[in-house]
């Protein structure tokens, strides 16, 4: 970064890529962006970002019958928004559905 502050696409892309990186050689897929959070507090984008990796799909049989879909991990990328470097990749986990 040249020291200019991100907007909103800017650090989610940069939390996708870096994500895909991170986790390239797991075979991740469905990557996509679920919640961004600006904190003026610290000056960082806290992006979450969900994707699936093959361990997480259902077995064939059960997909050919519609019950249920791949689970997926979510992961909070916090990123510094004057110099874009990733602070921390953490798991995010959902309340379950009532």
């Known amino acids: 970064m040249d020291g200019t502050n991100m907007d909103v696409r800017e650090a989610a892309h940069a939390a996708k890529e870096y ?3 991170l986790f390239d050689g797991e075979g991740i897929t469905h990557v996509g962006l679920e919640e961004v959070d ?3 507090v610290t000056n960082e984008w806290k992006i979450t970002i ?3 990796r093959p361990w997480d799909h259902k077995n ?3 997909q ?3 019950e ?3 689970a997926r991990s979510y992961k909070v990328v916090r990123i510094n928004d004057e110099s874009g470097a990733v602070i921390s990749v ?3 986990v959902l309340a379950a559905a009532e």
């Open 19 to 21: 994500l895909i990186d």
């Open 38 to 40: 600006f904190d003026e």
């Open 50 to 52: 969900g994707f699936s």
């Open 60 to 62: 064939v049989l059960t």
């Open 64 to 66: 050919a019958l519609g």
């Open 68 to 70: 249920g879909r791949p």
């Open 90 to 92: 953490k798991d995010r």
